[in-house]
């Protein structure tokens, strides 16, 4: 259980706690949602002990590991399914030592911990974890530095699910996944066995992964029963009370000062009078809650051109002389909205990028409209932006004929205020790059707008409001998207990227997202069974062999010292009067090898059945 009472902390004389407190059960999942800037980071820190709390207390139970994402796996030569085994340090160090002990009951304490914990599972578990999050067989056994920032953000996270830690802390770990990666993140979540904390601004995630909400707001915590949708419903129904509460009362109080001011100098009322007083000086008084400041997008509307705007021809395209994509036979209206699934790696960014022109045809034929102009959007963006600007500077060098009131108007109509116009975008938030890099690409009122990934460090109002600007907006969309909730209210048109291929998926996202989730599952043994088994690649067949030698020499080493150990006890010497002791220690050690050699037999009969089930 995790327990946090009356937390009190400030930054640079800011509170972002006043008195918090929640408790969450061991084992429950729950959403830290509030607003930017609110301190949820902040809390992920001082549970972490990195921040010393200014009073209050935050309890775990002793022994609890706490675990979080690091910022990034460095770039070193270790492969990527050795790095996420040796994120389980206990594993790691028994492991070690079981090569190098000697000692008979030590020996057995640490095959009875390792069958205790699956270790000889792991190099499966992890493997699987890194299967889900992207990486197929080759890329695992490649080294960490052969990847970018962001594929080795997804390897740590790898790491820290394949540790299990007591205490799983998540700070948007969605912004570095494709939609698959977050459909698998958002499955393996629900069935983790120990408690999840998770930062997340995806509606979907917050819905199916989780238990319950915490919601942070004016410094204090609240934990809400229910997914994101309840929470939400709980919450405007609050919100409406108070605020019913409160007008109850300003009526109440408008008609006591009334009958004062009217009656306080007339003596046969004057005590009636005073009563009043008396009665509005006790009232307690009921705020209103404050009407959030609402977030906006407004996109400029194109004309309109002749339909297609685009249409492609069996075409290809790739880079160099590697085909990415082939035989493509598509169509983009003005009114279309599309959403690109498919894997991670399987050309979706290469489509976009043949779409905004931004990638040359290599075979076939793609035809335009005239006048033809497309706004791109795509997270590298967002970290092009010159540091050392202001949002209006930006704005300044593509519109430098433009009035700066105008150029203002356009920052507010993206939620960039007046502070946020002057500040450079160094010291803007990551929500806050995202908007100007939107408003960068809508700037010319594109007929065809793509985006990519454009809600990675939105919240869940600047989400639901880019929603409302997709539905309101006249030109065609084109997503490339993790967050289901933002690809299901905008899209109409889903096109698959798969095997070199485009082409329309008929089904709902419902459809997909099941199917990607039972891709994931074990495959079940066809009925009746085939006359020929299948036999496993060789990469599979060699790990399970390794398996199998590793359960036999486990095997053959505690047998050796159960021998020893019954030589031991059969010995006259030990028998001898005084030495009980002794002989209870003796028989203990034994106790423990047999324990051990029982459960190292286990394990090798289990390897044996899953290499004769492979085909070995």
Not at 315 to 321: I, L, Q
Not at 449 to 473: C, F, G, K, M
Request: with cysteine.
């Amino acid at each position: 259980m995790l327990r946090i009472d009356d937390l009190h902390y400030s930054i640079s004389g800011r509170p972002l706690f006043t008195g918090a407190s929640a408790t969450i059960p061991t084992g429950h999942k729950v959403g830290l949602v509030g607003r930017n800037g609110a301190g949820k980071t902040t809390l992920f820190r001082l549970i972490r002990g990195e921040l010393s709390l200014e009073s209050g207390s935050i309890t775990l139970p002793s022994r609890a590991r706490i675990g979080g994402v690091s910022q990034e796996v460095p770039g070193s030569d270790v492969s990527l399914i050795d790095t996420v085994l040796a994120a389980d340090t206990e594993r790691a160090a028994l492991m070690a030592e079981a090569g190098t002990a000697t000692d008979p009951a030590r020996i057995a304490e640490i095959q009875t911990r390792l069958a205790d914990i699956d270790a000889w599972s792991a190099e499966a578990r992890a493997a699987s974890i890194l299967k889900g999050l992207g990486f197929d067989d080759d890329d695992q056994r490649m080294p960490c530095s052969a990847f970018s920032g962001g594929w080795r953000m997804r390897v740590a996270l790898a790491a820290v699910l394949f540790a299990q830690p007591d205490l799983l802390l998540l700070d948007e770990p969605t912004n570095y996944l494709d939609l698959e990666g977050a459909l698998w993140l958002e499955n393996y979540l629900a069935r983790y066995p120990h408690t999840v904390i998770i930062i997340s601004h995806d509606r979907g995630l917050l819905n199916r992964a989780v238990g319950a909400i915490l919601h942070l707001d004016e410094r204090k915590l609240t934990l809400y029963q229910g997914g994101y949708d309840t929470f939400a419903r709980t919450r405007a129904e609050q919100r409406a009370v108070q605020a019913a509460q409160a007008k109850k009362q300003a009526d109440h109080r408008a008609h006591l000062q009334k009958f004062v001011d009217r009656f306080k100098a007339k003596a046969s009322k004057a005590k009636q009078a005073q009563a009043r007083v008396k009665m509005l000086e006790k009232m307690e008084p009921i705020t209103a809650p404050e009407e959030a400041a609402r977030t906006v997008f407004t996109f400029p509307n194109p004309e309109e051109l002749s339909p297609p705007i685009i249409a492609l021809e069996s075409a290809s395209c790739g880079y160099g002389d590697t085909v990415v994509l082939r035989k493509m036979n598509l169509r983009i209206d003005q009114d279309d909205r599309i959403a690109l699934l498919g894997k991670n790696g399987q050309g979706k960014s290469t489509l976009s990028k043949l779409l905004s022109d931004r990638l040359p045809l290599m075979g076939g034929r793609m035809t335009r409209a005239n006048k033809l102009r497309i706004g791109f959007f795509a997270q590298h963006q967002v970290d092009e932006l010159h540091i050392d600007e202001t949002p209006l500077q930006h704005l300044q060098r593509e519109r430098p004929e433009v009035q700066q009131s105008k150029l203002r108007a356009q920052l507010a109509g993206f939620g960039l205020g007046a502070d946020q116009a002057e500040t450079e975008v160094g010291r803007l938030s990551g929500g806050q790059k995202a908007r100007l890099s939107l408003l960068l690409a809508t700037l010319d009122a594109p007929h065809l707008l793509i985006l990519d990934e454009p809600t990675n460090h939105l919240d869940i109002e600047s989400r639901e409001a880019l929603v409302e600007a997709l539905t309101a907006y006249s030109g065609a969309v084109i997503l490339v998207s993790h967050d289901m909730h933002l690809l299901s209210m905008v899209a109409d048109r889903l096109w698959l990227v798969k095997d070199g291929l485009v082409t329309p998926y008929e089904d709902d996202l419902d459809s997909y997202r099941a199917l990607l989730l039972a891709s994931d599952k074990p495959a079940k043994r066809a009925e009746p069974a085939p006359d020929k088994p299948k036999r496993a690649d060789r990469d599979i067949m060699q790990a399970l062999r390794a398996d199998l030698r590793k359960c036999e020499d486990r095997v053959g080493k505690l047998t050796e010292m159960r021998e020893k150990l019954d030589a031991k006890l059969a010995d006259p010497a030990l028998y001898e009067p005084g030495k009980s002791d002794e002989i209870a220690k003796w028989q203990q050690k034994h106790a423990e090898v047999m324990d051990g050699l029982a459960r190292a037999e286990a394990l090798w009969m289990d390897a044996m059945e899953r290499l004769d089930a492979a085909g070995g």
